[in-house]
């Protein structure tokens, strides 16, 4: 039973992960909370939905365009949206972003109505027994996908230019300037990869799992509290924080009543934010909340 | 006319609900995104109340705000040193708990099922019962509420709310307690909240845990935002118009399954284009976007 719940755990812990990266990507570099990063993991599935069920493309190809729209769609919210608030207050911009996440939600509830929507193949959703622990082949693609998906986010920002620039803006988006960099691209880049990360995450839920219009708040919020368990702007406590609060929920319902479950990560966020506002691996000298 | 007294009062209960999210928001520059977890408070309270013990209705509204006001302090002591959009978080993480509580403690609070069949209010030994008789009660209540939030804005206290949010660091160095004044304003503002539950809870005699969402607390924001940020008039005018005009989406011929989508898309674009182009609302005297 433990072993089953653990191994839960780590899979809803490697989505978590995967999209508290793009949480804590944008709070380093523009350092405000972007609220509608949950319904990009929503559109990564409800685009692949569109592609592959509706028009009935090849499924690589439609989670190839999937990605693709999704990253688009992180890029024009940056344009339209942030960018012109960039200079402005950062409860500006969360009441922004909060407008944009209630906009996207309700756009694919016109589009795909509120009924839920899945893409599972035959044959893939069915559990193997594995030293007596269920487990089906998409859980164990999602947790492998995420692992080379974080290798692959890491190497891009330590060992490429674009990572180098963000990481730049992130120290500091004046002095960035002052040598050169162009922020706006670089703000982009980070828009671009989250939005990415995102959309995977959703297209690797949706395969597993029933979607429907307002999942990316659940997904997001818990996404979110896993950023700032870590030390918001911090990728790697991002990580942690993700499979932490993955582990931490699914264990605790071995105990607890199942309706306590949504409660736990709320609880551990305003843990948090109360006795330790930088997370675990935050530092000092980082800009504590 | 049954439905428009039925618009009339909900208009009347968002105008309670927005003025006091002002106070908070507005006035004392506390981004609050627990308005309708203090909402559900005072509604879950009074019912409870109402139908477990029988309580007169004055004593639930009052119970109702004051619980209301005890959860308010209970969120603010920890939540308000943190920086603005942080609290934000805080009070939205405090919300989605008061929510998912209501949602599973089915034993006591009828969990996702909710509660129905609370009884109409009375005073005095008259009774609130049909609809015209609700509404001169909800109108007083109101009316009353409204002047005491405006006479709080204005007052010396409001004064020290206005200095906080524009400049807190000048307030704290004329030795002012930011944090204290900033839990103050929110726990009034709660207390509103709770009354407001309290109110709704005997006028619609059935609440559930949806009623007190998130986006409940995002829809009141609304309001502030087009009103004006610290404009008490502009929040009763933002309240007025985002309860209203929706209604109107009755009547042109628009599929009843696509009219909540359709209003939540409405209030997203406006709350979007007020943030980008309008900041300050109708009547707002402060400028959220400034950093």
């Keep these: ?289 | 006319m049954d439905y428009v007294i039925w618009v009339a009062v909900i208009t009347e209960l968002f105008i309670i609900l927005s003025t006091s999210l002002n106070l908070t928001v507005g006035v004392a520059g506390v981004l609050s995104l627990a308005h309708a977890a203090f909402y559900g408070i005072g509604a879950y309270c009074s019912a409870l109340l109402s139908q477990n013990i029988g309580t007169p209705f004055w004593f639930n509204v009052l119970v109702g705000s004051a619980l209301a006001g005890v959860f308010g302090l209970l969120l603010g002591i920890p939540s308000l040193k943190l920086r603005g959009d942080y609290m934000a978080i805080a009070t939205l993480g405090f919300g989605e708990i008061i929510r998912v509580g209501l949602n599973n403690w089915e034993s006591f609070t009828g969990g996702a099922a909710g509660i129905a069949g609370i009884p109409r209010p009375s005073l005095f030994g008259f009774r609130f019962d049909s609809p015209e008789r609700y509404l001169v009660l909800v109108s007083f209540f109101t009316v009353v509420s409204v002047i005491i939030i405006y006479r709080i804005a204005n007052s010396p206290f409001g004064n020290i709310l206005k200095a906080i949010r524009e400049d807190p660091v000048a307030a704290e160095a004329l030795g002012k307690n930011t944090t204290y004044y900033k839990i103050l304003a929110l726990v009034i503002g709660s207390v509103f909240a709770g009354m407001t539950g309290a109110l709704y809870a005997c006028y619609i005699t059935f609440i559930h845990p949806s009623n007190f969402t998130l986006f409940e607390s995002i829809f009141v924001l609304c309001m502030v935002v087009l009103g004006g940020m610290g404009s008490i008039k502009g929040s009763v005018i933002g309240a007025i118009v985002l309860v209203t005009l929706p209604e109107l989406l009755r009547f042109v011929g628009i599929p009843s399954g696509l009219v909540a989508p359709c209003r939540q898309i409405l209030y997203s674009i406006a709350l979007i284009f007020l943030m980008l182009f309008r900041p300050r609302g109708i009547w707002g005297e402060s400028d959220i976007t400034k950093s």
């Design chain 1, 1 to 289: 039973m433990l072993s089953q719940l653990i191994i839960n755990g780590i899979i809803a812990g490697s989505i978590y992960a995967l999209i508290a990266i793009g949480y804590t990507m944008v709070y380093g570099v523009l350092k405000f909370i972007n609220f509608a990063h949950g319904e990009l993991f929503t559109l990564g599935g409800y685009f692949t939905y569109l592609f592959f069920v509706v028009c009935k493309l090849n499924f690589v190809f439609s989670c190839v365009l999937a990605i693709l729209a999704v990253m688009l769609t992180g890029i024009l919210i940056e344009r339209i949206a942030y960018r012109p608030l960039r200079e402005k207050s950062r409860l500006a911009t969360l009441i922004t972003a909060i407008g944009i996440s209630i906009f996207l939600q309700n756009i694919i509830i016109l589009a795909f109505g509120s009924r839920v929507k899945s893409i599972r193949f035959s044959g893939m959703g069915q559990s193997l027994e594995v030293m007596g622990v269920f487990i089906t082949p998409i859980q164990i693609a999602i947790f492998f996908a995420t692992v080379i998906l974080m290798i692959i986010t890491f190497l891009f920002i330590n060992k490429t230019k674009l990572g180098k620039a963000m990481r730049s803006v992130t120290d500091s988006i004046k002095t960035a300037q002052i040598l050169g960099i162009n922020v706006d691209r670089a703000i982009s880049t980070t828009f671009a990869l989250g939005s990415a990360l995102a959309a995977i995450a959703g297209i690797l839920v949706s395969l597993d799992q029933d979607m429907w219009p307002t999942m990316g708040i659940n997904a997001g919020l818990r996404a979110f509290t896993a950023a700032v368990l870590g030390g918001i702007g911090n990728i790697r406590g991002a990580v942690l924080g993700g499979f932490v609060i993955g582990l931490v929920e699914n264990i605790a319902i071995w105990n607890l009543p199942s309706g306590l479950k949504d409660m736990i990560a709320f609880l551990i966020l305003l843990c948090i934010l109360w006795f330790r506002p930088i997370g675990l691996l935050g530092k000092v000298k980082d800009e504590a909340v």
